[in-house]
């Protein structure tokens, strides 16, 4: 079987290790085939020696949990990201990763009002105990609020599907800090942004949300993000699709907080909120790199404490806390450690998988962009 990789990318490594200190997976197991360096390894041996795509192969690649951390870690610049997603296409077409059922989730994903109507039946559901806590599902909100209204064509709110469905007072606060700021908004409903279809290696259904995506937000005002995994998905359209429009479009998508960091001393917040700990996503940190603009904007509004675990994964990673619960668990345990190293009850996380993977751990987990709207 051949994996398409690109051969540069798998020649970039020259396997120094630099990037094991700073892979999650490696850093609770120890095992060198769970870092990646291992990892990648393993892709050549497939790729460049035939050898055959064992059960022990797809371990190693369906327990990366895609943090992306290795990547500033390494001084060749290996692409990691790319040539994890590029593998899990390549097993899911063959059917060794994503089973029917997974499937059947993310299809969900992409139909809104199905999603809306089955969060509910299922937030219901969990307050009458009937969804087994083995399910690994988070603590789903029963009643959303209304939708936000757009007021204007300034910038586009993007509201897409899960934060939608199980976050939206998270739109309702962005939205509040627009109206302080005098800026109008148009509210696209271009539905899911396929970043778990792209984790679970289901490229093409990726592909055709992207382009709906794309088409839900003509013009050139910018696209704001409140979800940390949607806006590294969105920013990575243009290699996604690998069109002029999609690149066009990539460029004017914009995590919340990149957005509002230099606007944010227009603002005259009524209260202080104390101290909060900030927690990175990995797809804000790793990926969009934008973790400074989120301290930015809270440092409005509250005392900021550090973690001292080198942004390590806290284990969420989209479907990842459901299919590998033992490693998702492991890496909880380290991050709600470092947490409880500050002392600070509160504990500000961008995006919702993250949020709600440390929610579940029975940590007080806000959005950064409720706290400041909550403190205007
Ligand atoms: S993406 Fe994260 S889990 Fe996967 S190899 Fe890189 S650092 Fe490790
Ligand atoms: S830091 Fe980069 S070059 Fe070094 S082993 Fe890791 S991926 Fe390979």
């Known amino acids: 079987m051949t994996l398409h990789l690109d051969s540069e990318d798998l020649t970039t490594c020259v396997g120094c290790g630099l990037c094991l200190p700073h892979c999650p997976t490696f850093r609770v197991t120890g095992e060198e085939a769970l870092s990646p360096r291992g990892r990648i390894a393993a892709m050549r041996a497939v790729e460049w020696e ?10 190693f690649m369906s ?3 895609q943090c992306r951390g290795c990547e500033p870690a390494c001084p060749s610049g290996v692409r990691y990201g790319s040539l994890q997603e590029r593998v899990r296409e390549t097993l899911a077409a063959s059917g060794r990763i994503t089973p029917w059922w997974q499937r059947l989730g993310f299809a969900a994903l992409s139909r809104h009002r199905l ?3 089955g969060s509910s039946l299922l937030a ?3 307050r009458l105990r009937l969804v087994p806590r083995a399910v690994g599902l988070p603590q789903l909100p029963v009643r959303r609020g209304p939708a936000v209204r757009a007021t204007g064509t300034d ?3 993007y509201t897409g599907c899960v934060m ?15 109206d302080h700021l005098g800026v109008g908004y148009a509210v696209a409903d271009g539905g899911c942004c396929g970043a778990l279809h792209t984790h679970a290696g289901l490229g093409d259904d990726a592909r055709r949300l992207a382009q709906r995506v794309i088409a839900s937000m003509p013009g050139e005002a910018p696209i704001l993000i409140d979800s940390a995994g949607c806006g590294a998905a969105m920013k990575d359209y243009g290699h996604l699709l690998g069109t002029d429009e999609a690149r066009a479009f990539s460029a004017r998508v914009l995590d919340a907080h990149e957005y509002l960091a230099p606007r944010v001393a227009q ?9 909060v700990v900030v927690q990175d996503p990995c797809h804000l940190r790793h990926v969009q790199k934008a973790h400074g603009a989120v301290r930015t904007v809270l440092a409005m509004v509250a005392d900021l404490s550090e973690l001292d675990d080198d942004g390590l994964c806290c284990g969420a990673g989209g479907a990842y806390s459901a299919l590998e619960p033992d490693l998702a668990g492991a890496m909880r345990e380290r991050k709600v450690a470092a947490i409880g190293r500050t002392g600070c009850g509160v504990v500000a996380s961008a995006n919702p998988g993250c949020a709600m993977h440390l929610g579940a751990a029975g940590l007080t987990v806000r959005h950064p962009l409720d706290l400041l709207a909550e403190a205007l």
């Open 50 to 59: 035939g050898a055959p795509v064992t059960e022990s192969f797809v371990e």
């Open 63 to 65: 327990t990366c949990v």
């Open 115 to 117: 999603l809306l109507v």
């Open 124 to 126: 219901v559901a969990q």
């Open 155 to 157: 910038v586009w709110i």
């Open 164 to 178: 939608d469905a199980w976050m939206r007072g998270t739109h309702r606060s962005l939205a509040v800090v627009l």
């Open 267 to 275: 603002l005259t917040p009524q209260r202080h909120l104390g101290r």
